[in-house]
């Protein structure tokens, strides 16, 4: 029986999982961290576009503050998220893009002078003035009222992760590379750990902490089409919800970016149209505008989506062996632009399309779809990162349900949440490592390994009837077929019940290979295609049963977004032996809110069932407050007495400008 022991344990090796172990490692604690891959080959590396922080240093990102930033990320969710966190978080963002740039992140800075930029298709000369320069700088992504998101040309996540990856090495974060959580390990109330696998060699372990953290990204990988990496499969999540007391959130809410390049699903960063590239239809006519004609192709991710498959199914898409597509143009940027600030994005259409994008005209333009990009739902935790269901486990990241993101999030907010959740979560989960030792069960411990080899074992021995890669490419097509972009009830209903099938036919598959003390990629497939089953049967269930349209979770047979009925956040819970994940509901709170539902600014107007709270709500803020600006208070004085929130004193301190210095 091999147990390892250590103060903290962190499972996954991106950007969240990483900035949260080196949280705990500066308190002094011991940290192991487990990682199904080596931490700098994570999915964080993917990032290409940026982090959003509110710096407010270049001349288009002037006047920016928080309180930009925390509308702009709850206009984003559609009234989705919880309004708490969002203040949490863009009150950290600055901080946290700062501290990275003292680990060595090399941000792309600001130059003094007059620079061209595109804005609305057309070349613009902007003034970036002299106490400026050298300071941190910002492009445009969609949803934001400033320029917000701070880059490193289009190679962010990559240069952020490495900055991360070396000071988590410098503080002595254990780090344990292709070593795959399969269980977690609890006596019912509280979480002591988790049982790895070795992938390399199929040893089992237990490992043993006072506290464990989940930060093992999405579940993308249960679509057909997707930007994210053969990992992303949310096995993180799914191990959570077979304790049978986690909650998975919002599961319904999946976000798909338009731009990612046909065939290959690669992503082309937002930062392309964010630059000021935009999208054409086969006749090469700029259709955004006729949809969007206020923030055009700079809608939030779900309208844009929408629109472009909306134009494809007026018969405007580009024919292609792959399907319809569209185009995406950053030739006109200029060359000098795209070899500078898109080096990656030109790389992967030369690589994997043949094409140079800074080539002007039809020659250059990239064929995109939009298609899976991010997991809004998760693990639901409280804003501690802390579960209601089981202590000692927390969630971070795009695997968990902090709730920041509610039904749709803004491009650079995910990346900038890995490394401000994780200082943010990371500090709460250091502080209960500390003050939560006990003496561990080893009996306990015994069982769970013992119960873990066995059910690996029956997975080699069965002589089942069905194939696990038969029933894995089945689902992903289901849930890319009636559970994508648009979705009906009719549809819903019958992937909920062909994938329900599947996951009962998951368990009867045939491993070919026998053997269980080494790498055996088949038996790998025959455990975790029945957690993505779960996982799926989650997003698809969730989805049939939110009658509305919220954010990314669009039903044609709903197409109104329903305040009324569905102020609502969907938890979904897995009793052992059944079939289908049970849901329950948790009310979001109108009266609480800083800013009540209303329009989102950008999408469809007159799409909403208004509920009557939001009205009396925003009456009381606006008295609110229109009494303080009277008396003079400041912005955070306001702000605490419309919507108070907890978060620690050295992340809640004002953030520093320039020209308004600590306003």
Not at 138 to 155: E, N, Q, S, V
Not at 202 to 209: D, H, R, V
Not at 310 to 336: C, F, M, N, Q, T
Not at 517 to 541: G, I, Q, T, W
Request: overall charge neutral.
């Amino acid at each position: 029986m091999n147990i390892q022991y250590s103060d903290a344990l962190v499972i996954g090796g991106g950007l969240a999982g990483l900035r949260a172990a080196i949280e705990v490692a500066k308190s002094g604690q011991s940290v192991t961290l487990l990682s199904i891959c080596p931490v700098k080959r994570s999915h964080s590396a993917a990032v290409q576009g940026g982090m959003q922080a509110s710096l407010g240093n270049g001349a288009k990102g002037e006047g920016d503050n928080e309180d930009l930033h925390f509308a702009d990320t709850v206009k984003g969710s559609d009234w989705g998220c919880d309004q708490e966190v969002a203040r949490m978080f863009a009150q950290t963002a600055p901080k946290a893009v700062r501290e990275l740039a003292a680990w060595g992140v090399p941000w792309t800075r600001v130059t003094k002078g007059p620079r061209t930029v595109v804005i609305n298709a057309q070349k613009t000369v902007i003034e970036e003035k002299a106490e400026a320069h050298g300071l941190i700088n910002a492009r445009d992504f969609g949803g934001t009222k400033k320029w917000r998101t701070c880059y490193i040309a289009d190679a962010t996540g990559h240069c952020m992760l490495y900055g991360v990856a070396n000071e988590a090495i410098k503080h002595q974060v254990k780090i344990i590379d292709r070593m795959e959580a399969v269980r977690i390990i609890h006596d019912g109330k509280k979480c002591l750990g988790v049982i790895a696998r070795d992938l390399t060699n199929g040893q089992l372990i237990a490992y043993i902490a006072r506290g464990t953290m989940i930060a093992t990204g999405g579940y993308g990988r249960i679509y057909k089409q997707t930007t994210n990496a053969v990992i992303c499969e949310g096995t993180g999540a799914a191990i959570a919800l077979e304790t049978g007391l986690c909650r998975l959130s919002n599961m319904e809410a999946v976000q798909f970016h338009p731009t990612p390049i046909v065939p290959s699903g690669i992503l082309l960063t937002e930062g392309c149209r964010g630059d000021g590239g935009i999208l054409r239809d086969v006749d090469g006519y700029r259709f955004m505008p006729d949809y969007e004609p206020e923030k055009k192709e700079l809608a939030s991710r779900d309208v844009v989506s929408r629109r472009m498959m909306e134009h494809i199914r007026k018969g405007k898409g580009v024919k292609s062996p792959y399907g319809d597509h569209l185009w995406l143009d950053i030739s006109i940027l200029g060359r000098a632009h795209v070899e500078k600030n898109l080096r990656d994005v030109q790389d992967i259409c030369k690589t994997f399309n043949g094409i140079d994008p800074a080539d002007e005209g039809p020659k250059g333009w990239a064929p995109v779809l939009p298609m899976q990009h991010y997991s809004m739902g998760g693990i639901r935790t409280k804003p501690t990162g802390e579960s209601q269901w089981l202590n000692g486990l927390f969630a971070c990241g795009e695997a968990a349900c902090w709730d920041m993101h509610g039904f749709n999030r803004l491009g650079g907010n995910s990346c900038a949440e890995t490394v401000v959740a994780g200082m943010i979560i990371g500090d709460y989960f250091a502080n209960y490592c500390k003050n939560n030792g006990e003496i561990i069960d080893t009996d306990l411990v015994k069982n769970f390994l013992s119960k873990e080899y066995q059910y690996l074992k029956s997975l080699v021995d069965k002589e089942g009837k069905h194939s696990v890669f038969e029933i894995k490419n089945r689902m992903k097509e289901i849930m890319w077929d009636k559970v994508a972009i648009f979705r009906t009830g009719e549809g819903l209903k019958e992937a909920v019940d062909e994938l329900e099938k599947l996951y009962k036919d998951s368990l009867d598959v045939k491993v070919h290979c026998k053997e269980l003390d080494c790498a055996n990629p088949e038996l790998e497939e025959a455990y975790r295609v029945p957690r993505m089953l779960k996982v799926a049967l989650c997003v698809a269930y969730g989805a049939l049963l939110r009658t509305e349209s919220r954010g990314a979770h669009y039903r044609e047979d709903y197409p109104k977004r329903d305040d009324l009925n569905w102020m609502k956040r969907t938890n979904t819970y897995w009793v052992e032996g059944e079939t289908l994940p049970r849901v329950e509901y948790e009310d979001l709170d109108i009266m609480k809110m800083e800013i009540p539902p209303a329009f989102r600014g950008y999408g469809a107007k007159g799409n909403i069932i208004e509920n009557p709270l939001s009205e009396k709500r925003q009456a009381e803020v606006d008295a609110i407050r229109e009494k303080m600006e009277a008396e003079g208070k400041s912005r955070y004085e306001i702000q605490d007495a419309l919507m108070p929130y907890e978060l620690q004193a050295k992340f809640k301190k004002p953030n520093q400008r320039i020209g308004v210095d600590y306003e």
